[in-house]
């Protein structure tokens, strides 16, 4: 049995559902295995479409978790090829064909997309060979962001990409999602990154990664601070807040050393007034006139 937690953020009043979109954190982890905290991933969908952004490990586990059996999500974004934000991919084709999934899933990506699709169905030919002999299955179709088509359709949700800044990684991209005069801005992994701050001005939503750790483990620890050089560190992130100042911001692929998310969120409120809250694993927002915030747990009866 599945039962559902529903914790009110903000109260709503009654608003049309074609209206309202809604994002589930799938993973909010990096590359460490955690299983509170499982690789990058994040279901944006509303009555006709679903989108996932980033597929890291696990993502097929909670799109399980929720009673999802991958047969709707016919597109997938990825923001850069470090391996947690695509470890999932063959996992997700894969048994989505098990699951007898009909459609091909669109892959968007950076440049080499196409190639690291291919590599993926050539790796599993054998397993595709003996499950399916001649019968059909479906494909990954994946076009780097520059060959994607974008046709403007208000009743879509659409998504675009532009380059963040994560240090030595070449193609790595944030995305703008937007639906009927909403925005979500994901910024991918970045260091502090001008675009991310010019996409981000305004947003409902910005969904933010970020990088925190004690005065001492940064000071005695080479290789963390060159992690610390590609991602967001707690001063930029304060400078992005004040720059942008979303509705509502999300930190997520939180890499955290000898500090916790709390004293994070203390640090931020003392220099920032807006809503600044921790992406967790299975939380679901609800956009539309007002953001709604919930968590999906489930919960299997004993
Ligand atoms: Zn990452
Ligand atoms: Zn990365």
């Given at each position: 049995?599945?039962?559902?937690?529903?914790?009110?953020?903000?109260?709503?009043?009654?608003?049309?559902?074609?209206?309202?979109?809604?994002?589930?954190?799938?993973?909010?982890?990096?590359?460490?295995?955690?299983?509170?905290?499982?690789?990058?991933?994040?279901?944006?969908?509303?009555?006709?479409?679903?989108?996932?952004?980033?597929?890291?490990?696990?993502?097929?586990?909670?799109?399980?978790?929720?009673?999802?059996?991958?047969?709707?999500?016919?597109?997938?974004?990825?923001?850069?090829?470090?391996?947690?934000?695509?470890?999932?991919?063959?996992?997700?084709?894969?048994?989505?064909?098990?699951?007898?999934?009909?459609?091909?899933?669109f892959?968007y990506?950076?440049?080499?997309v196409n190639?690291?699709?291919?590599?993926?169905?050539?790796?599993?030919?054998?397993?595709?060979?003996?499950?399916?002999?001649?019968?059909?299955?479906?494909?990954?179709?994946c076009f780097s962001?520059?060959n994607k088509?974008?046709?403007?359709?208000?009743?879509?949700?659409?998504?675009?990409?532009?380059?963040?800044?994560?240090?030595?990684?070449?193609?790595?991209?944030?995305?703008?999602?937007?639906?009927?005069?909403?925005?979500?801005?994901?910024?991918?992994?970045?260091?502090?990154?001008?675009?991310?701050?010019?996409?981000?001005?305004?947003?409902?939503?910005?969904?933010?990664?970020?990088?925190?750790?004690?005065?001492?483990?940064?000071?005695?620890?080479?290789?963390?601070?060159?992690?610390?050089?590609?991602?967001?560190?707690?001063?930029?992130?304060?400078?992005?807040?004040?720059?942008?100042?979303?509705?509502?911001?999300?930190?997520?692929?939180?890499?955290?050393?000898?500090?916790?998310?709390?004293?994070?969120?203390?640090?931020?409120?003392?220099?920032?007034?807006?809503?600044?809250?921790?992406?967790?694993?299975?939380?679901?927002?609800?956009?539309?006139?007002?953001?709604?915030?919930?968590?999906?747990?489930?919960?299997?009866?004993?």
């Open positions: 049995m599945t039962k559902y937690i529903f914790i009110i953020f903000l109260l709503s009043s009654v608003t049309n559902a074609s209206d309202v979109f809604n994002m589930t954190f799938l993973g909010t982890g990096t590359p460490r295995p955690n299983i509170e905290k499982l690789g990058p991933s994040l279901l944006i969908k509303n009555q006709d479409q679903q989108i996932l952004i980033d597929i890291g490990r696990g993502t097929s586990l909670r799109l399980s978790q929720i009673g999802n059996d991958y047969s709707n999500i016919n597109e997938i974004y990825i923001s850069h090829f470090h391996f947690d934000h695509v470890i999932g991919l063959a996992d997700f084709w894969l048994t989505s064909n098990l699951w007898q999934k009909k459609s091909d899933t892959v990506g950076p440049i080499g190639a690291f699709c291919k590599n993926i169905m050539d790796t599993y030919k054998m397993d595709l060979k003996y499950r399916y002999k001649d019968r059909k299955y479906s494909k990954l179709n962001f520059k088509k974008s046709v403007l359709n208000e009743e879509k949700i659409s998504i675009q990409s532009f380059a963040n800044d994560h240090g030595h990684i070449d193609n790595s991209y944030g995305f703008k999602i937007k639906y009927k005069g909403k925005n979500i801005v994901y910024s991918g992994d970045t260091t502090l990154s001008e675009n991310v701050i010019k996409n981000a001005k305004g947003a409902d939503i910005l969904i933010h990664e970020i990088f925190a750790s004690s005065k001492k483990i940064f000071k005695s620890n080479k290789k963390l601070r060159e992690v610390a050089s590609t991602h967001t560190t707690l001063d930029q992130m304060i400078s992005v807040l004040k720059q942008t100042n979303p509705k509502l911001t999300i930190l997520t692929h939180a890499l955290l050393f000898g500090i916790n998310e709390n004293d994070v969120l203390k640090v931020i409120e003392e220099n920032y007034n807006g809503d600044v809250i921790f992406a967790k694993d299975l939380m679901s927002v609800d956009i539309g006139k007002e953001i709604n915030i919930f968590n999906l747990e489930v919960l299997d009866e004993k």
